[in-house]
Antibody
């Protein structure tokens, strides 16, 4: 069965960077795009961007352009999301979510990681 | 960017009652590329409906989705205890993927 297992909670100081991992199993890693979604405490869901694990191409929402970097390691079936210049407003749960479509087509989020809490505090 | 507006913000109902949740898009969502998710406290969201009306694997038939264009509805025919949660609609027709702000279904 498809599983997405994320790295553990992080506490960072303002201005620092954080790198969250998402290890995939139960399917062909390079066949499905992966998304990152964040959720501030008590708030709604916010899409951050997408990575194609096959070629590594990425697309980020404008809000995070210049601060977010998504990468992948095909040898370990893991995708990463790094967010830099952290501020208190970045305190949130960060989720990876696998796209439903195996290719360049519109996909919903069929499988989700358990979430990683990133806390930004001085 | 397609903006999704969900209503109501909160729905207060009793177990066994019917719940009707609305999601309105700022522009037409092509090919009904609209999904619904349920999020219980402390958990990741779970896919319920895709393509506006198709139930995801393992989702009971008390959940149904309908609509097209700019107006979509999620109906829960008889609320079970596990259904008291927050529900989000999402469009995946065009990037950026966007979510509604959520509807909380709470116990009356």
């Amino acid at each position: 069965q498809v599983q997405l297992v994320q790295s553990g909670a992080e506490v960072k100081k303002p201005g620092a960077s954080v790198k969250v991992s998402c290890k995939a199993s139960g399917y062909t890693f390079t066949s499905y795009y992966m998304h990152w979604v964040r959720q501030a405490p008590g708030q709604g869901l916010e899409w951050m961007g997408i990575i194609n694990p096959s070629g590594g191409s990425t697309s980020y929402t404008q809000k995070f352009q210049g601060r977010v970097t998504m990468t992948r390691d095909t040898s370990t079936s893991t995708v990463y999301m790094e967010l830099s210049s952290l501020r208190s407003e970045d305190t949130a749960f960060y989720y990876c979510a696998r796209d439903s479509c195996g290719g360049d087509c519109p996909g919903y989020f069929q499988h989700w990681g358990q979430g990683t809490l990133v806390t930004v505090s001085s | 960017e397609i903006v999704l507006t969900q209503s109501p913000g909160t729905l207060s109902l009793s177990p066994g009652e019917r719940a009707t949740l609305s999601c309105r898009a700022s522009q037409s969502v092509s090919s009904s590329y609209l999904a619904w998710y349920r999020q219980k406290p402390g958990q990741a969201p779970r896919l319920l409906i895709y393509g506006a009306s198709s139930r995801a694997t393992g989702i009971p038939d008390r959940f149904s989705g309908s609509g097209s264009g700019t107006d979509f509805t999620l109906t829960i025919s008889r609320l079970e205890p596990e259904d008291f949660a927050v529900y989000y609609c999402q469009q995946y027709a065009i990037s950026p993927w966007t979510f509604g702000q959520g509807t909380k279904v709470e116990i009356k």
